[in-house]
């Protein structure tokens, strides 16, 4: 068993580092989430979904819009 361990500890330390940084990825960007933050960057001038995910407002605007008639 120890062998074994001895064997293949660069691959468990490599291993252990990449669940490290993908747990603090995925940490990362829950906490942004749940702070209302947005990963996109920003720039919405070009963007079709920037009326709906910035802000409760954009998410208002956006269900008004769908109830509106022409």
């Not at 330390?13 to 933050?37: E, W």
């Not at 996109?40 to 910035?54: A, D, E, Q, T």
Request: hydrophobic fraction near 35%.
């Amino acid at each position: 068993m120890f062998t074994w361990f001895s064997a293949n500890m660069g691959n468990i330390i490599v291993v252990l580092l990449l669940c490290t940084v993908v747990f603090l990825i995925i940490r990362s960007i829950v906490r942004d989430r749940r702070q209302g933050k947005s990963s996109c960057g920003s720039h919405c001038g070009s963007c079709p979904m920037s009326g709906s995910c910035h802000s409760h407002a954009g998410k208002k605007r956006l269900r008004e819009s769908r109830f509106r008639r022409v």
